[in-house]
């Protein structure tokens, strides 16, 4: 049982790693992609937005993939 525990928080851990980096290309490149108004705002709103980007960061790849072949 702990082998399974110390692999699913590895498994989190690596989630969450890959996450953070996306979230931070995301939140500078990738964004602007999806909605040009992000542009526009400044540094502290886009720190409000990583956690979410870390979060949902597989979703946001295919939506960047999808706007990129339109």
Do not use: E, Q
């Amino acid at each position: 049982m702990i082998v399974l525990i110390k692999i699913l928080l590895v498994l989190l851990a690596l989630h969450f790693s890959c996450g953070f980096i996306f979230g931070l290309y995301f939140l500078w490149r990738g964004a602007k992609k999806i909605d040009p108004l992000i542009g526009n705002s400044n540094t502290s709103v886009r720190f409000l937005l990583l956690p979410g980007a870390i979060v949902m960061w597989p979703f946001l790849i295919r939506k960047l993939k999808k706007k990129h072949h339109d």
